[in-house]
Nanobody, 118 residues
Framework: QVQLVESGGGSVQAGESLRLSCAAS????????MGWYRQAPGKEREKVAT???????NYADFVKGRFTISRDNAKNTVYLEMNSLKTEDTAVYYC????????????WGQGTQVTVAS
């Protein structure tokens, strides 16, 4: 089992910044990748950014150049630095972990609200 706890959401004005954090605990040795997804009202959940245990990073096109994903292995924490926020970035942001032993599991955090006002 892997537990994910997110923090750092909030309400900001367009153009401002926020940093989200996701702390993992439990069977962290089984994690092969972590990432951030988001879901806006009435829309499907979409991938924002991912980082593998080997350090490979992938961003959705709509955040390239504005968001940065990083990790602190000592703290078992993944961050999402969000700059130049837009109103369309408003969503609930979820931390995700892909873990594998014999079977592959998907773990999700509880979600944190990000609201960007114009």
């Amino acid at each position: 089992q892997v537990q994910l706890v997110e923090s750092g959401g909030g309400s900001v004005q367009a153009g401002e910044s926020l940093r989200l954090s996701c702390a993992a605990s439990g069977s962290i040795f089984s994690i092969v990748a972590m990432g951030w997804y988001r879901q806006a009202p009435g829309k499907e959940r979409e991938k924002v950014a991912t980082i593998t245990s080997g350090g490979t990073i992938n961003y959705a096109d709509f955040v390239k150049g504005r968001f940065t994903i990083s990790r602190d292995n000592a703290k078992n924490t993944v961050y999402l630095e969000m700059n130049s926020l837009k109103t369309e970035d408003t969503a609930v942001y979820y931390c995700h972990a892909l873990a594998t032993t014999i079977v592959t599991y998907n773990y999700w955090g509880q979600g944190t609200q990000v609201t960007v006002a114009s």
